[in-house]
């Protein structure tokens, strides 16, 4: 796992406005990503298996507060990206 860092327009981004939350990633890094919200013992998935490489959903439903984790997938490689919420 690890935080975001500012390594370019290659690194995963999140953001959250309104009632949804977006992904970006680059589909040539990561075949596919899965979103899960992580709050207390409990974890909503709120995509997964996604291969568009830009993906909002609604976040209407999910606890407040937690945090984000962005799992990118490419074969057997796997990323776990954190964010906070």
């Given at each position: 796992?690890?935080?975001?860092?500012?390594?370019?327009?290659?690194e995963p981004k999140l953001h959250e406005t309104g009632s949804s939350v977006c992904a970006n990633w680059s589909t040539q890094q990561y075949r596919s990503a899965s979103?899960?919200?992580?709050h207390g013992?409990?974890?909503?998935?709120?995509?997964?298996d996604d291969e568009s490489g830009d993906m909002c959903a609604s976040t209407g439903g999910l606890p407040v507060?937690?945090?984000?984790?962005?799992?990118?997938?490419?074969?057997?490689?796997f990323e776990q990206v954190i964010?906070?919420?």
């Open positions: 796992m690890r935080k975001p860092s500012s390594l370019g327009t290659l979103l899960l919200l992580q013992d409990t974890a909503s998935v709120v995509f997964i507060g937690g945090e984000w984790q962005l799992s990118l997938r490419n074969g057997l490689q964010f906070a919420r």
